[in-house]
């Protein structure tokens, strides 16, 4: 069976303060792999795709960039938080159509 | 740029009802995917319904797509309180990586 794990399940950091949010899916061989964001009551707007290993597309700009070290985990990251980066990572995973979603990584900037 | 859109932020319904979630968009697309997303969870998909079908049927659950006015609809029968959730219409375009565009959801509660 296939699973998806992210950490840390919440953060609360301070603007200007680094941050790096993992994301591990076990099972699937290969995966395209995603990161969401998602404002409190908002949509999902999807951030960073990866369809193999080391190779990261960028569809939105927000001062975030993403890696793929490994067939099976993404990494979200950033050197400096703002303030506007508040809200809910989401990572998934698809090999075709559907995408299979993580729990989530709430994130609190102040 | 494709833009998925649902057509009412939130719907109310008691638990047994009917209640239908609307959605539209622009451009061409191969499929239009329906997830819903229960309060601090990730979204699960329910229905996959592909650009040549007109309707798709999950259990209590039932998609339709009109790619001529480029809207679906999700209606969900006999509604129970564990319905209630965000539900959110997704679409694809015909590039690489399976990226989707998820409409702005609505916000369904079902009451006892």
């Known amino acids: 069976a296939q699973t998806i794990h992210q950490w840390p399940v919440a953060e609360i950091k301070a603007v200007g303060s680094p941050l790096s949010l993992g994301c591990t899916i076990k099972?699937?061989?290969?995966?395209?792999l995603y990161w969401y964001w998602q404002a409190t009551g908002g949509t999902l707007q999807q951030l960073f795709y990866?369809?193999?290993?080391?190779?990261v597309e960028s569809v939105v700009q927000l001062n975030l960039s993403a890696s793929r070290p490994k067939d099976d985990q993404f990494i979200l990251s950033t050197e400096k938080l703002l303030l506007s980066h508040s809200g809910f990572y989401l990572c998934?995973?698809?090999?075709?159509?559907?995408?299979?979603f993580g729990p989530g990584t709430r994130l609190t900037v102040l | 740029s494709q833009l998925a859109e649902e057509n009412s932020w939130a719907l109310s319904v008691h638990e047994g009802e009917s209640v239908t979630v609307n959605c539209s968009y622009k451009?061409?697309?191969?499929?239009l995917q329906w997830y819903r997303q229960k309060s601090g969870k990730g979204p699960a998909q329910l229905i996959l319904?592909?650009?040549?079908?007109r309707e798709k049927r999950n259990g209590r659950l039932r998609a339709t797509l009109d790619t001529s006015s480029q809207s679906s609809s999700l209606s969900i029968t006999a509604t129970r309180c564990e319905d209630t959730a965000v539900y959110f219409c997704?679409?694809?375009?015909?590039?690489?990586?399976?990226?989707?565009?998820f409409g702005i959801g609505t916000r369904v509660l079902v009451r006892p």
């Open positions: 998934a995973w698809s090999l075709d159509e559907e995408q299979y």
């Open positions: 099972g699937k061989s290969s995966p395209n």
């Open positions: 990866s369809i193999t290993v080391g190779q």
């Open positions: 451009t061409s697309i191969t499929a």
């Open positions: 319904i592909r650009s040549n079908e």
């Open positions: 997704a679409t694809d375009a015909h590039s690489a990586g399976n990226k989707l565009t």
